[in-house]
């Protein structure tokens, strides 16, 4: 697809293995986006345009024309929601993005992070107790939480990268922990695992 700017730059838009989309023109514009399938996660990174450095504000102007141009129903739904912080509209940016929590809800980051936590605490359970029933599995997992949170978690929540191997309990219990950092008792544990 080629899609011409305001500024007479020529853009060509092309697909790439998994789902990468870039779009590239003359003068050194260039914008990347890519798609990961798998979480529904889109990033979008914005080089320098023509040589010269804009401010955050032109970027999201320059974001928004640019999705205007894009036929997906998501880049619709994500120019008209940057066009509320743009024109003004509001001048809270979660709001805009429809990011906001009602009064009384967690964030969603926080509902992001512990939704994580408790995929993490299902397939830690179905990999290191399969042949438990959830209750037991629960009690397994949270004696193993509790001792890791009390020991090599003090010094491992420091770390980037987990530093076990996948096939260790220590891996599924860092990146429990990494998503809420702290040990959940069996009970909960075991609302996790029963509910999907």
């Known amino acids: 697809m080629n899609i011409d700017d ?14 990468t989309k870039t779009v590239s023109g003359r003068g050194g514009s260039a914008v990347a986006l890519t798609m990961c399938a798998n ?5 979008i990174m914005m080089i320098v345009v023509g040589g010269k450095m804009s401010t955050p504000l032109d970027d999201l102007i320059n ?13 619709r739904s994500m120019m008209t929601r ?3 912080f743009v024109s003004g509209e509001t001048h809270d940016v979660a709001a805009a993005l429809d990011l906001k929590a009602p009064p009384g809800k967690r964030g969603w980051r926080a509902v992001s992070l512990a ?9 830690a359970a179905a990999n290191f107790f399969p042949a438990l029933k959830p209750k ?16 090599a978690w003090r010094t491992d929540r ?8 996948a096939s260790d309990l220590h891996a599924a219990l860092w990146l ?21």
Do not use: M
């Open 39 to 43: 979480t529904k996660l889109r990033t």
């Open 82 to 84: 940057l066009n509320r």
């Open 63 to 75: 974001l928004a024309e640019h999705l205007d141009r894009v036929p997906e129903p998501w880049a």
């Open 136 to 151: 037991q599995q629960a009690d397994a997992l949270a004696i193993a939480l509790r001792r890791y949170s009390a020991s």
């Open 158 to 165: 420091a770390e980037q990268t987990c530093p076990y191997k």
């Open 115 to 123: 939704e994580a936590r408790n995929a993490g605490i299902r397939e």
């Open 6 to 19: 305001d500024a007479g730059a020529s853009f060509t838009h092309a697909t790439g293995p998994s789902g």
């Open 176 to 196: 429990i922990l990494t998503r809420v950092d702290h040990a959940l008792s069996a009970e909960r544990i075991r609302k996790i695992l029963v509910t999907r």
